[in-house]
């Protein structure tokens, strides 16, 4: 089955001139753009087969919040998902009682909603015992970021995916291993169905992938797609994320 390789573009590039090119490029079925705001048209404009993204939402949906975007104006451009509850706006300051508000307006307006959760350190130790603390920390963060939803009645057919992406892993060039993502995602599965009865959704991994390890993190039945910071602004390297995610 084709897998989902979503390209978070972050602050880059710095002209729209450069993003339509990258955009163009990256241009493939199966594939989600998320330029920054400012390029969303052009984007939008450029692309006959990818999907098209926005890094982040506000949760009202218009009045006096100066610098916010609502959801509903990403909707009328032709957005389809929304990233929320990114690491780098979470250490920004924006909390899970934002994040939850945002995820509800978000698919209230009928956009799908990448929500990224993630432990922030690596314990050393024993890896069950690393991957349990993880697994509590992320219970804990789902607990506050989707009790706007409580149960999949609230949400329409398949439009919440989790991507799971241990901060640590994110821009460092050290990736979780595809064994430890496979279990983590299965474990979202799990808690989500059972504390949410929200079974319709998918769960990407996160951090520091590059088409050396794409194929080893797509391999697995639990991983459903790639959430693809540096290397989806690096045309070659995108380029064969996507062609591994089409064949994984
Ligand atoms: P990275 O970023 O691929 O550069 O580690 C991933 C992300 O921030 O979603």
Redesign the pocket.
């Known amino acids: 089955m084709r897998k989902l390789i979503v390209g978070?573009w972050?602050m880059n590039p710095q002209s729209e001139a450069e993003a339509v090119r990258l955009a163009r490029t990256e241009d493939k079925e199966g594939v989600v753009i998320v330029p920054p705001f400012p390029f969303l048209g052009a984007v939008k404009k450029v692309l006959k087969h990818a999907s098209l993204g926005a890094q982040d939402v506000f949760f009202e949906k218009k009045g006096a919040y100066t610098g916010e975007v609502s959801p509903i104006m990403l909707k009328k451009l032709g957005v389809t998902y929304a990233i929320v509850g990114?690491?780098?706006r979470r250490r920004l300051g924006e909390s899970d009682e934002m994040i939850a508000k945002k995820v509800k307006a978000s698919t209230d307006a009928g956009l799908k909603v990448i929500l990224?959760v993630g432990e922030s350190k690596r314990e050393s130790g024993i890896k069950n015992k690393e991957l349990g603390n993880a697994k509590r920390y992320l219970r804990k963060q789902l607990e506050m970021d989707l009790r706007s939803i409580h149960n999949s009645r609230f949400l329409i057919h398949n439009s919440l995916i989790v991507?799971y992406?241990p901060i640590w892993?994110?821009?460092?060039g050290k990736?979780a291993s595809p064994d430890d993502a496979a279990e983590m995602a299965g474990f979202l599965r799990q808690f989500l169905d059972s504390r949410f009865q929200i079974h319709d959704f998918k769960v990407l991994y996160?951090?520091?992938?590059?088409p050396r390890n794409a194929e080893s993190f797509l391999g697995k039945k639990e991983i459903a797609g790639l959430?693809?910071?540096?290397?989806?602004i690096n045309k070659k390297e995108f380029g064969e994320m996507i062609k591994i995610g089409k064949s994984a």
């Open positions: 978070n972050k990114h690491s780098e990224c991507a992406e892993a994110i821009g460092t990736n996160g951090g520091s992938t590059n959430l693809v910071g540096g290397a989806s």
